[in-house]
């Protein structure tokens, strides 16, 4: 039982540099979205996908961009990294047709922008 | 927007029992969920409450009231491995979930 991957781990960039985290589900969820954890601040939404084909922003979308072709993969990119992208990025799962809504987390990404 | 508050951290001795408190503020509300997030690792889900009242599930329960906007996550008979951070998450509607910054719960021996 997979669940939900990311990679890489963990990652040091260069600011400037464009770098894509990656997410794959094997649970057929429709919706998926990528947070960011920072220290005192909790979990926050960076953006979703509801469905395939589909994709929303969340509270902190800025400097990010994501895609949805498929139901299992929702890559998150970051065009030109800064610094304050320096974080713990967590890609999760729903199946958006049950009310209870239960997310499903995967490992994470530690990203370190100098 | 959103506003979802609980307490920083906490501190409770093996065997005891420990109250965690999130109070919300939220433009929607489709349910209240608490995860358990270990350092280091992703959160896993605990708990999912709807309707007002207490949801029992082994040592944790979760107790949702919504005319107050209030919750908490009881933790019973606390052992060493329950030390982690406690998330309390407001379902707002549209599948999207608005987290609290979390309470770190240690506990001692």
């Known amino acids: 039982i997979a669940g939900i991957t990311q990679a890489p781990t963990s990652q040091i960039l260069a600011a400037g540099r464009r770098m894509t985290l990656r997410c794959t589900q094997d649970m057929r969820h429709n919706a998926m979205y990528w947070y960011r954890q920072d220290l005192g601040l909790g979990l926050r939404l960076i953006h979703y996908?509801?469905?395939?084909?589909?994709?929303g922003k969340g509270e902190v979308p800025d400097g990010y961009s994501v895609s949805r072709a498929n139901t299992d993969d929702f890559p998150l990119t970051l065009a030109s990294a800064v610094p304050s992208q320096t974080s713990v990025y967590f890609c999760?799962?729903?199946?958006?047709?049950?009310?209870?809504?239960?997310?499903?987390f995967g490992p994470g990404t530690r990203l370190t922008v100098l | 927007g959103q506003n979802i508050d609980q307490p920083t951290e906490m501190t409770a001795t093996e065997g005891a029992i420990v109250q965690i408190n999130c109070t919300y503020q939220?433009?929607?509300?489709?349910?209240l969920f608490w995860y358990q997030q270990h350092a280091g690792e992703a959160p896993t889900f605990l708990s999912y409450?709807?309707?007002?009242g207490l949801e029992e599930k082994g040592r944790f329960s979760s107790f949702l009231s919504r005319s107050k906007g209030y919750s908490y996550l009881l933790l019973k008979e606390l052992q060493m491995k329950d030390s982690a951070s406690y998330l309390c998450a407001v379902n707002g509607g549209d599948y999207k979930l608005s987290f609290g910054a979390g309470t770190t719960v240690t506990v001692r021996a």
């Open positions: 999760a799962s729903s199946d958006g047709t049950s009310g209870a809504n239960e997310q499903f």
């Open positions: 996908s509801n469905t395939a084909g589909t994709t």
């Open positions: 939220t433009s929607g509300f489709n349910g």
């Open positions: 409450n709807v309707l007002d």
